[in-house]
């Protein structure tokens, strides 16, 4: 049985499916390498994390390609992990998410479809949460008024998965992820840009005076999350589509100035910090109610920042050296 993993040279991809080959499964992962950060950061976590990952690259907008690959392969789960991310560059760069997550996301389907594959595991956000936010973020809150591109190319992910899923029987989980950390993170988001600039000795920007909660999420939770939706597809009753959503997060929100607090004292050394303005499309607190991820397959999320983020300042300043 093999289970696809696309977007595998990506920070949350890589992990994944290394916990997968751990286990004895035949995996194959696609990534199409691209440019919004140093695909070589992207080539060394893949050699670290899982050296004997079958990987393809290819990119999911090209329909063609993809639907070769599952002729190819014939997967029988697929975890879809590829994707543009970014709120502020979905800003500057719109066009990215139309190819990325809505066109790449529509082949992915399709191919799904065609393929009888069993069970579709895709991501999702907690962006998605939007002004309708109301802390802690739970599944059954309405996510129609998205704060970004970003955050809205997300939740029409869930809505096209659902349509899926009630045509054709695709057994489809989304999986709305909350501030994914960890050794070989994303070099744009906070705990990489942070850790590195204090490491440097060069200034932070805070954003809105630091009055901000996070649900800062460690990496090997998330994997763990991941395979187990993976191993528990949503039922087909005949009513309802077999298709379910569910939040990873940590669960326990953390305020920004914490968060500063405990890369200092990783780093030894304080922030150098810029003030700024709060940023177009972001949102004050993250905040995950995991209920529903307990009772479906036990997810338990245990690793808090402070066990954690040492050990993103630790890569750091191993991975970058002089060039921090």
């Not at 990987?55 to 002729?71: C, G, P, Q, V, W």
């Not at 009630?166 to 744009?188: A, I, Q």
């Not at 990496?219 to 589509?241: E, N, Q, R």
């Not at 700024?276 to 529903?292: F, H, I, L, N, Y």
């Amino acid at each position: 049985m093999t289970t696809l993993v696309t977007g595998a040279a990506g920070f949350i991809g890589a992990y994944v499916a290394r916990a997968l080959i751990a286990r004895g499964e035949r995996v194959v992962g696609a990534d199409n390498f691209n440019d919004y950060y140093d695909p070589q950061l992207k080539r060394d976590r893949v050699a670290a994390l899982c050296p004997t990952l079958d990987l393809r690259k290819l990119d999911l907008a090209d329909h063609s390609a993809l639907t070769t690959l599952f002729a190819e392969i014939k997967p029988v789960r697929v975890i879809n992990l590829a994707a543009q991310a970014g709120v502020r560059y979905s800003l500057q760069n719109p066009h990215a998410y139309l190819h990325s997550n809505f066109a790449g996301f529509l082949n992915v389907l399709e191919a799904c479809r065609h393929g009888n594959v069993a069970h579709l595991v895709y991501a999702s956000s907690s962006s998605v949460y939007g002004r309708n936010a109301v802390a802690p973020f739970t599944e059954t809150q309405t996510v129609d008024q998205p704060l970004s591109l970003y955050a809205a190319s997300k939740a029409s992910n869930e809505l096209m998965a659902h349509s899926y899923a009630h045509l054709y029987k695709l057994r489809c989980t989304g999986l709305r992820f909350f501030t994914v950390y960890g050794p070989w993170g994303r070099p744009d988001m906070a705990p990489l840009l942070f850790s590195r600039a204090i490491l440097a000795g060069r200034p932070i920007e805070v954003f809105n005076g630091g009055k901000m909660r996070r649900d800062f999420t460690c990496i090997d939770d998330i994997a763990a999350g991941v395979l187990g939706a993976l191993d528990h597809p949503p039922t087909d009753d005949g009513v309802d589509p077999p298709c379910a959503i569910y939040n990873l997060g940590n669960h326990r929100p953390v305020e920004l100035e914490h968060f500063i607090a405990v890369i200092e004292r990783a780093a030894g050394r304080r922030a150098q910090r810029i003030d700024k303005p709060m940023q177009p499309g972001d949102m004050t607190e993250t905040s995950a109610d995991v209920e529903r991820a307990r009772a479906a397959f036990g997810f338990e999320p245990h690793t808090s920042i402070e066990d954690g983020l040492p050990a993103v300042v630790a890569w750091c300043r191993e991975y970058f050296g002089d060039k921090l």
